[in-house]
């Protein structure tokens, strides 16, 4: 029986050895995220949640086919087999009772290019692409420039010698 | 038959004569006091079945649409003011309500023989029970949501552009209720195919 509990026990023992070693990184630094400082077991508190944008404009994209971002909030808005909230304002047809942009004509092709009666299945789900925009600072910096900003550059780099 | 007919002639006579033993009264005041025990009565306990927790002591609304109503805007929200079963399903006004209750006797039928009584069920019969509602409440031009939302009472430039543009001439003309447009706030929708305006 004691040889039995013995490896056990000896598991648990290294367990305790291990937890207790200074180095043992409980309290290393957490990743600087959505909630920077702290240490990985530390709870530090969540963020207020931002509300919508919900000026109904429409905002510049970054890049032609880019997909354009949701300018108005969307809660609750069901998309799933039995209906399509965003549709109900943007499909073709009703598109010029409501003034709702149309969804653009790829989402009315399948993937061969063939045009269909309806929404393409694969573009069926709004907001796997399509996204409304929230009143915060961007979680993580970049340096993205838009193609006019590096043709200017270009241009500009020509000039001058 | 006969002796049915008899029994009720021999009603009909004690209530024709006048009474023996009782002054007159007696019999106001006890009819006074009857009255108020039965009306008051009736009344209570039609208000209890006027509550969020009468509703889903039943599982076909606790597990269904109960749940569904959770996540929505007229359950939780930053000023805490919330709309219950009744307050969306049930007219306020005394005629109305008292009509709607008679309709709800097919709901207890629905009840007792399990019409709904599983998720499968529940979700086959979802268009039928929606387009009920939907009908109820076009046909009444969405009377239960104005009773806390009140046209009149709406200031246009805080809401948003298109909403302000549409609750300002479809609704404002009366060409259009709040039906019409606001289906699923509270609930998951149906199958919407052909449902006009989807």
């Known amino acids: 029986m004691p040889f039995r509990i013995l490896p056990l026990l000896l598991l648990a023992v290294m367990g305790v050895v291990i937890a207790a070693e200074i180095n043992y990184p409980l309290d290393a630094p957490a990743p600087d995220g959505r909630r920077p400082g702290g240490t990985l077991t530390q709870n530090s508190p969540a963020p207020p949640i931002a509300n919508e944008e919900n000026k109904d404009l429409k905002r510049e994209r970054n890049y032609p086919d880019q997909p354009p971002t949701i300018p108005h909030t969307i809660r609750g808005y069901q998309i799933d087999m039995n209906g399509n909230k965003c549709l109900s304002c943007h499909s073709r047809a009703a598109s010029a009772r409501t003034q709702a942009p149309m969804v653009s004509i790829t989402h009315y092709m399948d993937r061969d290019g063939q045009a269909l009666a309806a929404v393409s299945p694969r573009r069926y789900f709004c907001n796997q692409c399509h996204v409304p925009q929230t009143d915060v600072l961007p979680l993580v910096g970049n340096n993205f420039e838009n193609i006019d900003k590096i043709l200017q550059e270009d241009a500009n780099a020509a000039q001058k010698p | ?198």
């Open chain 2, 1 to 198: 038959m006969k002796a049915l007919f008899a029994m009720l002639k021999d009603y009909w006579g004690i209530l024709r004569r006048p009474s023996l033993y009782y002054s007159l009264g007696f019999l106001t005041l006890g009819g006074f006091i009857a009255g108020i025990i039965f009306w008051g009565g009736f009344n209570t306990a039609l208000e209890l079945s006027n509550t969020e927790k009468f509703c889903i002591s039943c599982h076909e609304m606790r597990d269904n649409v109960f749940v569904e109503l959770k996540d929505t805007i007229h359950y939780t929200n930053r000023s805490g003011v919330r709309a219950s079963c009744p307050d969306c399903h049930v007219p306020h006004e005394w005629t109305h309500k008292i009509a709607r209750k008679m309709q709800a006797s097919k709901e207890v039928w629905g009840k007792i023989f399990g019409t709904i009584d599983t998720r499968d069920k529940f979700l086959t019969l979802r268009r039928e029970l929606a387009e009920h509602e939907w009908a109820r409440l076009k046909a009444n031009d969405s009377r239960e949501c104005r009773n806390c939302h009140n046209f009149e009472f709406m200031d246009f430039t805080r809401q948003s552009k298109r909403a302000s543009a549409m609750h300002s001439t479809s609704l404002a003309k009366g060409e259009a209720t709040c039906i019409d447009c606001h289906k699923g706030i509270a609930h998951k929708l149906p199958d919407m195919s052909g449902v006009k305006g989807w």
